[in-house]
């Protein structure tokens, strides 16, 4: 095993340690939502000083509105976790729903794409492949046999619509990852930051998620 997938694992299991006593303990999960929305906006802050970095107007115009702009969306995402935690524990289980969604999503996308390569998805991202686009999907479905029973009682839907519901998520959730590295291509980093060894930053890891969290949300109360 290399020294980089022994950080990568050690790392996961420390996140996944991290998200399992969040669910479980509230000052937890706020502080710690708060410590993550912060230093992600800080590493989307810092991206774009890089994109726009030279001082002429327009730079500094759209330096401005892009960084307001995602203070405000990550302020409202983390609200809207700790709101439905305090007040509302059946929208609380939906959210949990969806970032695990983001997060086997990502696992998928990794392993299937590891083992069966083939071509790439897009230029944005080389790394990823179309074969690893199909296994963020298929491990996404894995999570509706646990969730079912509260979801069709929470919300009435059927399993057809929840497995679209499912699909949908992982798609916005890997748009969401391909629109950070996008970024990240523009900025010519490779990752946010090197908070995480073996993952990059925090908006390394949370990228599909801030997309989720409220488009999911939609999606159930359109179905």
Not at 18 to 28: A, E, F, G, K, P
Not at 31 to 47: D, N, P, R, T, V
Not at 51 to 72: D, E, P, Q, T
Not at 113 to 133: A, Q, V, W
């Amino acid at each position: 095993m290399s020294s980089e997938l022994k950080k990568r694992l050690i790392t996961s299991i420390f996140l996944i340690t991290l998200l399992i006593l969040m669910s479980l303990y509230t000052y937890l999960l706020i502080s710690s939502l708060i410590i993550i929305g912060i230093i992600a906006w800080i590493e989307f802050y810092a991206l774009i000083s890089k994109i726009y970095k030279k001082k002429n107007y327009i730079n500094v115009v759209l330096r401005f509105i892009l960084k307001a702009i995602s203070l405000l969306y990550l302020s409202c995402v983390v609200f809207i976790i700790i709101l439905s935690k305090l007040n509302y524990s059946d929208l609380y289980i939906v959210i949990l729903y969806l970032v695990l969604i983001s997060v086997l999503t990502d696992i998928g996308g990794l392993t299937v794409g590891k083992i069966f390569k083939g071509k790439k998805l897009t230029k944005i991202s080389p790394n990823k492949t179309i074969s690893g686009s199909i296994g963020s999907f298929v491990f996404s479905l894995f999570l509706i046999p646990f969730f079912f029973d509260f979801l069709s009682s929470y919300v009435s839907i059927s399993l057809f619509d929840i497995v679209l519901i499912t699909l949908s998520v992982s798609f916005i959730s890997q748009l969401g990852d391909l629109f950070i590295s996008l970024i990240k291509r523009q900025a010519n980093v490779k990752n946010t930051s090197d908070l995480l060894p073996g993952h990059g930053g925090i908006l390394d890891r949370i990228d599909g998620i801030i997309f989720v969290v409220p488009l999911g949300i939609l999606l159930f109360n359109l179905f």
